[in-house]
């Protein structure tokens, strides 16, 4: 066990976990935070996905002690229902869900990638997108709420 | 530890009673996808307070058997509530599947939610008939007649006199109604719908995305525990032997739980459980081994198989001996998985007198019965609050892992959480399952279909559970239950034309008993499926049989069209009867801007990237949603790849509740039925299920080419509604097969179309 420092959405934070523990399961069970999803354990579908250190990674398989001190975002920490970030309000406009598991992997990679390259054409967006499921297969709205986001910012 | 022999288990399982023999189900049982009408249960569902409640602020909550799985059932459920009782949608809270105060719905399958609770029955009668007791209320209170009152907002105010009002909550003040549901009570017809109709923004749509949803992953209860469960290594394993000390040393372990062939770990975290899991020192007896997955499909027509005729008109094989041009075709669809994007969790509290599961099942109140079968506890000691899952198609790992749930905190007397490990998940599933389906027509001299005859080979094992059949899902085997088999046997003379499973094609005429049920002309005609005992768990998934018939009949449709050199949308009008079927046809065609020709548009085409048309239409189960869709794609003939490029779907599903919410279904079902003709498919090698993770089991990302969309909505309201959810992804295999032979001259006959595949068949051109 080994007491490490966070910082999830602006909050300080101090656990004592195993250092080795994943990322998510810090965050999702000793933080209680809901944004953050166990799709595959394995890096796989981008479920988990948190930005950290301005990039969108996969905390399902970060072992948290590589983060300890790192600014962490999860989707919660974008925006509220009552004031969402515009990416998020892209996807409501878009009603860019169906069950809605995956959107930490969707919303997330799509920011942290569109910060960074603000003028991304559509087949980077798409290559930027290719690690990332929606097995409720809503692509279409999904990649509009995107494109909606990029010519906004 | 426990082991407790099954018998051993039955006697301590109190007023309930098991049946383990006799389970032998007919092949129609095992496919059914669950009970659609409203059940007695403890909710009374021929009493209006069992579905709504008025509190003294005006709010409306209403109750219903019928859950949200990501097709939109939340927000669809409550237009129906807020149209009937005149109020916003916002002000309607829906309490979806909670067995301690919900009606008994089976289980939310078969496109059937729409179809029960908003056509004149249950939830929507249910609503009516309060907004007439609330004006028969207001009747009495403002001294009017109910006929000069109406409904608004809320209220309920003079028709003319408008400053007479008196609002809900005034009327009831939180007491119930004490009234039966009234069949007699008027549904507010469509041309007055201020809510139903129009495309309403999804209800938890700003939770979602900003991640406040609560999911059953992210239920958390005092004193909590996390489990994690240890599968057999094989299909059919056995355990011989636990070494718990391999993991007592671990940090946070709290207990290893056995039940004959279930092994699960019980630990303070979730990490720490899965860790044990991993390296729990467990040994197993080998199964029996699996049939080779390369001659799978050889292998499914040689097994004793149920037989069923779904119609035979008795002159099928003299129409085939005669000098007639036959055609004939032979489909191949594997098993593929429903693999869930979340992998399934479940929450358990099993207490001396009380357990609760908060479960994302489907079927909340057979859930209940399984658990309380699986626990030995009675029936009424058991509530199922139905969570929210991840989407789950059909049914997924939610029932088993409830059960596994249930078991661990059952066996540690506290909370118990388990959520699938990804390969869990995929490697012990209810597979949707594989068909070989054989086809032959028989031609007359001007080109039209004269015979048709069908005959089918598919698998199944368990299913559903249902209410008595916890063995039907992994966990419920592993601890002793047996599973639902198909026993052999041959089929006897239908006793009606039932086309649930789409077995047969829109083409023929579906004469039984004197009646013709079928969307076709075709009165020689004769369908035959065959069920064989599967190596896999099988279950409905999306569209379960009727997306693998409809390839093959629709595929086999368009061959004979490129046979006789005839256009592939005029040659399916000349064989449709049914007028609904036959706009669906042409409304998808003139959207598209389809030109009448024959297929292929070029049979020559040796290099390059060329694309092509095709179209593909059902009546989903026989009356469940007309669809038509036309596919275009192109196709790499050097690499084989596909590339769907435009995707018209036209649908006439009776009267649409919610237009946006009808679109979205439209669209993702096209693209999940996308992903599952191009990649998916479940492997094993002898022993085991290999497609296990997301590099085995191949799945369309969010980065893949995807089609434009362009859904046509045929809006009705002089007829039922019917399933929007299962059309779309019926058809998309057909219809991408269809435009790759238009786009080359090469026919596809085995779903996924690989790119080995597709050079295959280009080369066999």
Known sequence: ?153 | MSDLSRRDFLKTSGALIVAFNGLALEVDEVFAQGQFDTRASHVDPGRLDSWIAVGGDGSITAYTGKCELGQGMLTAQTQIVAEELCVEVERVHLVMCDTDVCPDQGTTSGSQSTPTNFNERNLALAAATAREALLRLASTRLNLPVDQLEAVDGAVRGRTDTARRVAYGELVSGKRFELPLDTSAKRKPADSWTVLGKPTPRLDMPALVTGRFEFVHNVRLPGMLHGAVVRPPGVGATLTRVDVNSVASLPGVVKVVTRRNFVGVVAEKPWQAMQAARRLNATWATGPGLPSHESFYDYLKRQPARDAFVVDSGDVDSAFGSTAPVVRGSYRHPYQAHASIGSSCAVADVREQRTTIWSATQSAYPTRSGVAQVLGVPLESVRVIFTRGSGCYGINGADTVAYDAALLSQSVGRPVRVQLSRQDEMAWENYGVPYVIEQRAALDANGRIVAWDCESWSASLGGRPGYQAPGNVVTGLLAGFEPQRVSPGKGGPPSGFNNGSNSAPSYIAGRVGGRAAGTGTITTERVLTHTIASPFFTGPLRSPSRLQNTFAHESFLDEIAAQVKADPVEFRLRHIRDARLREVVSRAAQKYGWQTRPSPSRADARGGVVSGRGIACVLYEGDNGYVAMVAEVSVDTASGSITATRFVVAQDCGPISNPDGMRNQIEGGALQGLSRALGEEVTWDTQKVTSVDWRTYHSLSLGSAVPAIESVLIDRHDVEATGAGETAITLVAAAVGNAVFDATGARLREVPFTQARVKTALAAR
């Open chain 1, 1 to 153: 066990m080994a007491v490490i420092r966070l910082t999830v959405n602006g909050e300080p934070h101090t656990v004592d976990v195993d250092p080795a523990t994943p990322l998510l399961y810090v965050l999702s069970d000793d933080l209680q935070l809901r944004g953050p999803k166990f799709g595959c354990g394995l890096g796989q579908c981008g479920s988990c996905t948190v930005i950290a250190r301005g990039r969108a990674i996969r905390s399902c398989v970060t072992p948290v002690n590589t983060v300890a001190g790192a600014e962490i975002t999860t989707l919660e920490g974008l925006g509220s229902p009552e004031k969402p970030h515009p990416i998020q309000r892209a996807f409501i406009d878009e009603q860019a869900a169906q069950c809605g598991f995956c959107l930490s992997g969707v919303i997330l990679t799509a920011k942290a990638f569109l910060d960074e390259h603000p003028k991304a054409s559509e087949a980077e967006i798409r290559q930027a997108m290719s690690g990332v499921l929606c097995r409720c297969f809503t692509h279409t709205r999904m990649m509009a709420a995107i494109r909606r986001y990029a010519q906004e910012v």
